[in-house]
């Protein structure tokens, strides 16, 4: 069965910081890599997705992934506590278009 | 507007009764998606549709069942509900153009008793 694998956390950071959250998936196959923030009580809101090896920069967020390591990171820059959520790691099937989730890490950013 | 929006938002309903959830969405995608989310449980798929005609089962679609009315609405309905089916429903959506990641409806917070 594919799995993609989160630490649950929480990971807890100072504000200003770097925030490192990592994930680990099953399937050697998958092409697609996403990663989700969800507010507690919200639906998941898609902020990053990767799908070559190496980093991929969007403002605070870089993803970085590699596939001989089955391992795909999310970093972000400078936290805020506006970013204290749960981030969910997805996969990506390349022929169906069906994700299969993490379970989460919770980040909690520290004034 | 929201792009996907689902009803109810909230719903509490007895063991056997059938319910009925519903998604709409704008955004103009292809694909459909429902999940429920547990605690420490993640998402989970329950069916995915790929256009009208095509209705898949996802990996826990036991106990439900699905409608595609049409390209802009994916209903999910429970025949006769029962307490482990407590959980909050997603709709999601994607597209081939919109690249591979999935969008998300408001959900749906379904309580059985």
């Known amino acids: 069965q594919k799995e993609v694998e989160q630490n649950s956390g929480p990971l807890s950071v100072p504000e200003g910081a770097i925030a490192s959250l990592n994930c680990t998936y099953s399937?050697?196959?998958?092409?697609?890599f996403f990663w989700y923030r969800q507010y507690s009580g919200k639906s998941p809101e898609l902020i990053m997705f990767i799908y070559s090896n190496g980093d991929k920069e969007d403002g605070r967020f870089t993803a970085q992934l590699n596939k001989a390591s089955q391992y795909v990171s999310l970093l972000i820059r400078d936290s805020q506590p506006s970013d204290s959520a749960t981030y969910l790691c997805?996969?990506?099937?390349?022929?169906?278009?069906?994700?299969?989730f993490g379970s989460g890490t919770r980040l909690l950013v520290r004034p | 507007d929201a792009d996907v929006t689902q009803t109810p938002r909230n719903r509490i309903t007895k063991t056997g009764k059938r319910i009925m959830l519903e998604c709409s969405q704008t955004k103009g995608h292809d694909r459909m998606y429902w999940y429920r989310q547990d605690p420490g449980l993640g998402l989970r798929l329950i069916y995915y549709s790929f256009d009208v005609k095509d209705i898949n089962k996802g990996e826990i679609s036991d106990g439900y069942s699905v409608s595609r009315q049409a390209q802009a609405k994916f209903s999910l309905s429970l025949e006769s509900a029962i307490p482990n089916q407590t959980a909050l429903y997603f709709c999601?959506?994607?597209?081939?153009?919109?690249?591979?990641?999935?969008?998300f409806g408001p959900g749906t917070r379904l309580t059985v008793t």
């Open positions: 997805a996969v990506g099937e390349d022929s169906s278009y069906k994700l299969i």
């Open positions: 999601a959506t994607s597209d081939l153009l919109a690249g591979r990641g999935q969008y």
């Open positions: 399937d050697r196959g998958s092409q697609s």
